[in-house]
């Protein structure tokens, strides 16, 4: 599945307690895996951070996007902290299987799931 001019990436942030959550929407593909990184990035200020990217408006992913995910994911382990990925569309949760992404970085079905996993 190719991604269409108007998949155009957004991403929403807002802070549940200790915890960040990132909102994504559209493709994180070739054009946008780069600002993705450096986003998701900025937004894991808090020692140790915490981020939950909820991946349910997330129409497309390529390798650009899943290595915005894995520099997110090492980045907040190296300062203490943790990351997980929220409710996948069914595209882009098979790539995060074949890919093992899904093995390094947990998925939770839900918000709720997530943001309690990284509060204990």
Do not use: W
């Not at 994911?73 to 595209?91: L, T």
């Amino acid at each position: 599945m190719k991604p269409n001019a108007s998949d155009d990436l957004t991403v929403e942030l807002r802070r549940e307690g200790s915890i960040q959550i990132a909102t994504l929407r559209g493709s994180a593909g070739t054009e946008t895996g780069e600002d993705l990184q450096r986003r998701l990035i900025a937004a894991a200020t808090d020692q140790p951070p915490k981020i939950v990217v909820d991946l349910s408006g997330l129409s497309f992913v390529n390798s650009a996007g899943l290595g915005a995910f894995i520099a997110l994911h090492q980045h907040c382990r190296q300062h203490g902290g943790d990351v997980c990925f929220v409710n996948p569309r069914p595209a882009v949760a098979q790539i995060l299987r074949v890919t093992n992404l899904d093995r390094l970085i947990r998925t939770y079905p839900d918000l709720d799931s997530a943001i309690k996993a990284l509060s204990s």
